[in-house]
């Protein structure tokens, strides 16, 4: 091999390896983002100028979840009998979360139907006399990693109501009033609800991490005969 030929090589050599680099490129922020949440190992460029770069390794990030189960004690209940939803919170989360098994303030309806209409809803002021914040605060729970956190959501007598009705509340945090809303079940017919959970009080009492975001939809049938 003469010295041209050897030169020549050399030099296809070196584009070929440039090439290869522009092609394929450094790991983008992105795609190491989105490899730390799917719990890939990854690594970002942290000096990407000529020469061997630098390799900072990333640690994949905490993940918080939390599922929302629901279902009716039973399929039908007759006109003033108690009307019970038995609610599962379940922690999908990579590690222990604390979540509060109240319905009030916690619960979000959505939507309530009785046979495709809207329910009659009787509106009244409530309170808290320590606020309705403390009372969150007390109620979280510490629910470990694919651990479950379980209450019911039971429906009470309501005089305007000529029956049964189930409660939720509007109240913020700091307040010590809110609003108390009762829906009514007291007529016959078809009964569809849609919720979820979301807690929205305080924090500080309570020693660990606080699930605050929102957990999936359910929606629960049943029959009031």
């Known amino acids: ?81 108690p009307i019970v939803l038995d609610l599962t919170l379940t922690n999908r989360s990579g590690s222990a979360v604390g979540l509060s098994g109240m319905i009030l303030g916690n619960i979000v309806l959505t939507s309530i139907q009785r046979d495709g209409t809207r329910v009659l809803t009787v509106v009244s002021e409530s309170s808290f006399g320590d606020g309705f914040g403390p009372e969150l605060d007390t109620s979280l729970v510490k629910v470990p990693k694919n651990g479950t ?7 009470s007598h309501h005089d305007d109501l000529f029956g049964d009705a189930l409660l939720t509340s509007q109240y913020t945090a700091n307040e010590s009033t809110g609003a108390s809303l009762f829906h009514s079940l007291a007529q016959a017919g078809t009964y569809t609800l849609t919720f979820h959970y979301k807690y929205k009080g305080p924090t500080s009492s309570f020693s660990g991490t606080v699930f605050k975001g929102k957990t999936n939809s359910v929606t629960v049938t049943f029959t009031v005969m």
């Open 1 to 81: 091999m003469n010295i041209n030929t050897a030169k020549s090589i050399r030099v296809l050599l070196a584009l070929a390896l440039t090439v290869c680099w522009v092609s394929l490129g450094p790991p983008t922020l992105a795609q190491n983002d989105e490899d730390a949440r799917a719990g890939r190992a990854t690594s970002i460029i942290v000096n990407p100028s000529p020469g061997t770069p630098v390799i900072s390794p990333i640690q994949p990030t905490a993940f918080f979840k939390v599922d929302l189960s629901a279902a009716a004690s039973q399929p039908s209940y007759y006109s003033g009998e």
């Open 149 to 155: 956190l379980n209450t019911e959501w039971r429906s």
